[in-house]
């Protein structure tokens, strides 16, 4: 039985190696973040290397939090690497501790680096990202004719007097508000018989306020307007639903989410494929450890150090890959969230785990 000494020098070895990835890789995104959104906003008016500076440092939690299972699975690698180029894990073999015993604090550490991705990282991000989402959309106003049609959320709606179409360069508050908004509405037949622009749009109890509204009524265009109604029905939780980033939804905001538009009739595929995605990634980051030991622990007897590190870093981005296929598919409605989530995890820690026992047990 290995000791609790021996345990928090293995613990604290990979929690190290892996803040320090963690750090790198932290700002290495900031830096490329940074440049590609300067090459794209140094020609709006109002930019400033401090404002740029903000938005990518707002935005880049979101992205960390989707690169967590490389760092996890290279800080693992990194430390059995280091650990057996040292001669400690020979040391530990020796002394009788199986590769099941001192592989424990390491997927401890992986389990403890998910739960803190999921409870502290996820928020930061989710609120870091919705800000920086207004802030770059008050630096690109006025330049909705920059994005393409396709590329704008549409959303349709029909009350019992009209039936609009709406369309907005960006959304933001989850989906409750819009900008650079333009709402189309139609006669019986399908015809446009009114268009509304507008700077911003917020969906109130039972209609959408606009702002900054200029109106083309029947060819014609109206006098421009500071404010406008338009009648809407749609609920809030249908709303983010269609329009909303699961992304931009806090972790402990979820469940509620996911219980208020069922009631709805809302399916909220998106938001229980994030919830379920979220729940699974500590157990993902062991399953990268898992594999990460199948590849480092012994590559020097074997004398492939190389190809087999490269090996365990492609079935790490093959379990990326298919988890980030098989969430589209729950993300559609074609695949059970649950499923969707939980799957991968499993069977790349049945894969960890059978590689593991051939290796040590035979």
């Known amino acids: ?29 900031t830096l490329v973040d940074f440049t590609e959104l300067s090459s794209r906003t140094v020609g709006l008016p109002g930019f400033t290397v401090q404002l740029a500076l903000s938005v990518s440092a707002l935005r880049v939690p979101l992205i960390m939090q989707q690169a967590v299972p490389f760092v996890a699975l290279i800080a693992a690698i990194t430390t059995l690497v280091s650990l057996n180029r040292k001669y400690e894990l020979v040391i530990a073999r020796s002394a009788g501790i199986s590769a099941w015993q ?26 870091a990202v919705s800000r920086s989402e207004v802030i770059e959309t008050k630096l690109r106003s006025g330049k909705s004719n920059e994005v393409s049609a396709f590329a704008a959320p549409w959303l349709r709606q029909k009350t019992a007097d009209s039936d609009t179409i709406i369309g907005a360069r960006a959304v933001l508050n989850k989906g409750l508000e819009l900008s650079d908004v333009t709402f189309f509405s139609l006669d019986a037949d399908g015809a446009i018989v009114e268009r509304r622009d507008a700077d911003r749009a917020y969906l109130r109890d039972g209609y959408w306020e606009l702002h900054n509204v200029r109106t083309i009524r029947d060819g014609a265009q109206l006098p421009p307007a500071e404010t406008d109604r338009v ?8 709303v983010q639903e269609r329009l909303a ?66 090996g365990g870093v492609l079935a790490g981005f093959l379990l990326y890959v298919v988890s980030v296929l098989v969430k589209a598919f729950g993300n559609a409605g074609f695949v059970p969230p649950f499923v969707v989530a939980w799957i991968p995890v499993v069977v790349a820690m049945f894969f960890g785990v059978t590689f593991l026992l051939y290796k040590e047990d035979g």
């Open 1 to 29: 039985m290995m000791g609790w000494t021996l345990n928090r020098y293995f613990f604290f070895r990979y929690a190290a190696i892996t803040t320090w990835y963690f750090l790198g890789v932290y700002a290495l995104v």
């Open 102 to 127: 001192f592989l424990m604090p390491f997927c401890f550490g992986a389990l403890l680096f998910g739960a803190l991705t999921v409870g502290i990282l996820n928020p930061l991000a989710a609120y």
């Open 231 to 238: 009648p809407s029905n749609l609920k809030p939780e249908f």
């Open 245 to 310: 980033r699961p992304e931009t939804i806090p972790f402990y905001e979820l469940p509620r989410k996911i219980e208020v538009a069922q009631s709805f009739g809302v399916r909220a595929n998106t938001f229980a494929t994030q919830f379920h995605t979220l729940m699974a990634l500590p157990l993902l980051l062991v399953a990268m450890t898992l594999i990460a030991a199948t590849v480092s622990m012994r590559f020097q007897r074997m004398g492939q150090s190389a190809t087999m590190i490269l």
